[in-house]
């Protein structure tokens, strides 16, 4: 069984920075990738960034230039640097993880409760 747990969320104002943590326990093999996706009242869940074991990164545009993703592999655990918040970026922020249990087992989709980020102007 694989868990994940997300901290660091709460009240910014606009322009200002927070940071996102995420760690992974349980029954694992290895991670395969991770990231942070954000859900906003209202709407579908979108994906903000990933990064895989080997270090590849992808970025939403939004997020393009404004959010580092980061890892410590020996930790199991993911981050997430935001500067220059903006009131759109004010949602629930969710960690991923994809992960194998066993050498040769399927790779599972694993979420955290998610952390709620949120932006005043």
């Known amino acids: 069984q694989v868990q994940l747990v997300e901290s660091g969320g709460g009240l910014v104002q606009a322009g200002g920075s927070l940071r996102l943590s995420c760690a992974a326990s349980?029954?694992?093999?290895?991670?395969?990738?991770m990231g942070w996706y954000r859900q906003a009242p209202g709407t579908q869940r979108e994906l903000v960034a990933t990064?895989?074991?080997?270090?590849?990164?992808t970025y939403a545009d939004s997020a393009k230039g404004r959010f580092t993703i980061s890892r410590d592999n020996a930790k199991n655990t993911v981050y997430l640097q935001m500067n220059s918040l903006k009131p759109e970026d004010t949602a629930v922020y969710y960690c991923?993880?994809?992960?194998?249990?066993?050498?040769?087992?399927?790779?599972?989709?694993?979420w955290g409760q998610g952390t709620q980020v949120t932006v005043s102007s």
């Open positions: 349980g029954s694992i093999f290895s991670i395969n990738a």
């Open positions: 990064i895989t074991r080997g270090g590849i990164t």
């Open positions: 991923d993880a994809k992960i194998l249990q066993t050498r040769w087992g399927a790779e599972l989709r694993y």
